[in-house]
């Protein structure tokens, strides 16, 4: 858990180069900058956790070195369930992109500091060691302009690397299989435990939710055509009838069709309706378990290395409105990757 005291909600402003800021004013002015920032990306939860860490240390112990802190201690610090478990907390930070969530947004963190009144900024810094040392996280400070002319003669290595690196235009997704997504109290009944046989009582009720919209649309087409036999001035409930029909049939032939496409692609959106409301966007996926055909709510999340935001599968627009691909939340339009849900991999489509 997080280890809370009562700071004062804002650094005092230091007077741009007469006083060198400490340490700790540069760091209580990331905490503030993290508070103006409305994304969810895991790597803002563990910036967050870095920088309310570092706080506590830094007022422990005066002056010396940054405080730095391996994977764990930062999963540990969000209370995120990889506490227990150093691979798994490893993963879990590598995945988040920590350095490239702070990298791009550096124009956002150092006109922050600039406001507040700061010639110094902050970023985030991996040591790694090598061997069986573990890799360590520290925000150290820079100056913003010496950083700026560096940056007009030459490029930042940091970022170079990154840009130039063809594995930064390409994501892997993560998987999370039927059991570890929550379903929502409605969608219960159906997908119990968070999977289905097709060919179960549950099955037959999930083939229900697409044969019985089915039928109704047939009815209301076979209502449509019997008034073609009646003879007889039109009035204005025929008018509500046919708008009434034409709304009904649209909303239940898109039932129809989320349906079939999970049958024939293998894999759909689920509707928020099927999904607890505490979880991020899943999918249903159909797939095989021995002998049978299962259909369960799974989710395909990718960490977007663009700006480290999370990803998450959409339908494509015009002739792709049926092919799915991987949206950053945080720039949808613009941060787009293809999704394959065999290899798990995706790259940049713009
Ligand atoms: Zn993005």
Redesign the pocket.
């Known amino acids: 858990m997080l280890r809370s005291e009562s700071l004062p909600t804002s650094p005092e402003p230091v007077a741009n180069g007469l006083t060198q800021p400490t340490f700790r004013d540069l760091l209580l002015c990331m905490r503030d900058w993290l508070d103006v920032q409305r994304d969810e990306a895991t790597a803002s939860k563990l910036v967050r956790a870095l920088v309310s860490e570092s706080i506590t240390l830094s007022a422990n112990s005066k002056g010396g070195q940054p405080p730095e802190f391996d994977a764990q201690e930062l999963t540990e610090a969000c209370d995120m369930p990889e506490q227990e478990d150093y691979e798994a907390s490893s993963t879990k930070v590598k995945n988040a992109n920590l350095t490239r969530y702070l990298e ?1 947004r550096r124009s956002s963190v150092e006109a922050f500091f600039e406001g507040q009144g700061f010639s110094h900024a902050l970023r985030l810094k991996k040591l790694s060691p090598g061997g069986r040392h573990r890799a360590r996280w520290l925000l150290e400070d820079y100056s913003i302009e010496s950083n700026d002319d560096a940056a007009e003669g030459q490029p930042d290595e940091q970022l170079v690397e990154v840009l130039s690196d063809p594995n930064n235009q390409q994501i892997k997704y993560e998987y999370a299989e039927a059991g570890l997504v929550k379903c929502s109290f409605i969608a219960k009944p159906l997908l119990g435990k968070g999977s289905f046989k097709i060919r179960s009582v549950r099955g037959l009720a999930f083939g229900g939710t697409i044969l019985l919209p089915a039928l109704c649309v047939l009815l209301l087409a076979g209502i449509g055509w019997l008034h073609l036999f009646v003879h007889r001035p039109l009035a204005t409930s025929d008018l509500a009838f046919a708008v009434l029909a034409i709304l009904i049939s649209w909303v239940l032939a898109k039932a129809i069709r989320d349906g079939w496409w999970l049958l024939s692609d293998r894999i759909a959106p689920a509707s928020e309706l099927l999904v607890s409301w505490k979880e991020a966007p899943a999918q249903l996926e159909s797939f095989r378990a021995g002998d049978e055909r299962v259909i369960g709510l799974v989710r395909y999340t990718a960490t ?6 999370a ?1 998450e599968l959409r339908y494509g627009e015009g002739h792709e409105r049926r092919r799915l691909f991987g949206c ?4 949808p339009q ?2 787009v990757f293809t999704f394959d849900r065999v290899t798990r991999r995706g790259r940049r489509v713009r």
């Open positions: 791009s977007c290395p663009e700006c480290s935001a990803v950053c939340v945080e720039s613009e941060h």
